[in-house]
């Protein structure tokens, strides 16, 4: 009975994921940025030195206060679902679920299902010397979804002649770090108005690949017994390398900043070593208690794995669009962002997303900071942060929250920069 579920708990996780745990995405970036972030993502306008690659390398030729940048260290992390929220956790947690519970949980998940977004970045040793940048990232972006119908299974236990379709799922991602050089280049600059072009050339190391090509599972009962079948297909590699390039244009006029950026429009990572096919298949039919204890459980389940060598392959980065206003005095600050992605991907959106940010220094060293966002796959997000500045070196902190004030995850980022 042990081998016979430990079986069909694999097959399961097969079918109702759409990534492997550690399948990881490179395809959010900005997200350890604790001014950013606290400030709902509304930099696009706002980020200048270092900070300009992850935006729009264009921002780097624009004035700020300070000629020479160094970040140390920047951490991010943000980790959210699609379904429920901190209440409703503490709610149903250790309950004895009714049947009202039970569908009020069902009617909390959309009919893809329950799905867990993970993304986090490191960037570390950042310089800029005025309109020159050095950047070196890595970032690791993650997404698995839940099958409605397993959720639905568990809790009310399997219905007489349904099937169930727990696979039928995708996805893929990847692992990488960017290593990148970036320009911002002038074009009008004088007291009243700088206009500003720029672009950003990064070389990209892929870690890690995973598709999941083909994933397919499905269980029913009847008098006879429980019949499952199966089938998965995943490509994947350890090792790649490519080039990505960012462009964009910005405006300074007074205390207001216009910025638009382009980042990955053009890109290729060829993943070649390691490029390999793994191959699952299994079934059983008629697969009963008595079944079990009078035969031999590799006669009612039947299953065969391999993995296979593939050729080399090319994927691409999802391209992304962002744009954002904003105005800076000494006391201050707010932007306005709007982002959009090309493709759907782990950690990017075709939905659009808007974001509004402020902050507010009451006392210089203490700027306070809050902003809000929506659309995109996080939803409304609210989030706040603050920072010690102290002109030469500061630390920065932000926390947000997907999905609303109650939370549907949790968002929080850290940075220590120099400035000259």
Request: glycine share 10%; hydrophobic share 40%; net charge neutral.
């Amino acid at each position: 009975m042990t081998k016979t579920f430990l079986k069909l708990a694999l097959a399961a996780v097969f079918g109702l994921s759409s990534s492997l745990p550690g399948k990881l995405v490179y395809g959010q970036s900005g997200i350890s940025n604790a001014r950013s972030v606290a400030m709902g993502g509304a930099y696009t306008a706002l980020a200048r030195g270092v900070e300009s690659p992850s935006w729009n390398p264009a921002n780097l030729a624009l004035s700020g206060e300070n000629k020479y940048h160094f970040n140390l260290v920047s951490l991010g992390f943000d980790l959210s679902n699609n379904s429920f929220n901190k209440s409703q956790y503490d709610l149903y947690n250790g309950k004895y679920l009714t049947s009202e519970d039970k569908r009020s949980i069902l009617a909390n998940m959309p009919a893809e299902g329950l799905r867990f977004d993970l993304a986090t970045e490191v960037q570390a040793l950042g310089l800029a010397f005025g309109p020159l940048a050095l950047n070196a990232s890595g970032f690791t972006v993650s997404d698995w979804t839940l099958s409605k119908e397993i959720v639905d299974l568990v809790l009310n236990g399997n219905e007489f002649n349904r099937v169930y379709n727990i696979g039928d799922t995708g996805g893929e991602g990847w692992a990488a770090s960017s290593f990148g050089v970036s320009l911002g280049l002038a074009i009008i600059k004088n007291a009243d108005f700088e206009f500003a072009v720029g672009g950003s050339v990064k070389y990209l190391r892929g870690f890690a690949y995973a598709k999941v090509k083909e994933a397919t599972t499905t269980m029913s009962s009847n008098f006879d017994g429980i019949q499952t079948q199966g089938r998965v297909v995943i490509d994947r590699a350890f090792g790649g390398s490519g080039f990505a390039i960012d462009a964009g244009v910005a405006a300074r006029k007074g205390n207001w900043s216009l910025s638009l950026g382009l980042s990955n429009f053009s890109n290729y990572i060829t993943w070649n070593q390691e490029t390999k096919s793994f191959i699952y298949e299994f079934s059983a039919d008629s697969v009963s208690v008595e079944r079990i204890a009078d035969s031999d459980i590799d006669s009612i389940f039947i299953d065969s794995a391999e993995t296979v060598a593939i050729e080399p392959f090319t994927t691409k980065l999802p391209a992304e669009l962002r744009f954002g206003f904003a105005r800076a005095t000494k006391r201050f600050t707010f932007g306005v962002d709007f982002r959009k992605a090309f493709k759907q991907a782990p950690g990017v959106s075709t939905k659009p997303r808007f974001a509004l940010g402020t902050e507010f220094r009451l006392i210089h060293f203490l700027p306070l900071r809050s902003g809000v966002s929506f659309g995109g796959k996080q939803g409304f997000t609210p989030s706040a942060g603050f920072a010690l500045d102290f002109s030469l070196f500061s630390w920065d902190f932000a926390v947000a929250s997907p999905g609303g004030f109650s939370g549907k995850g949790l968002a929080f980022a850290y940075n220590w920069m120099f400035r000259f």
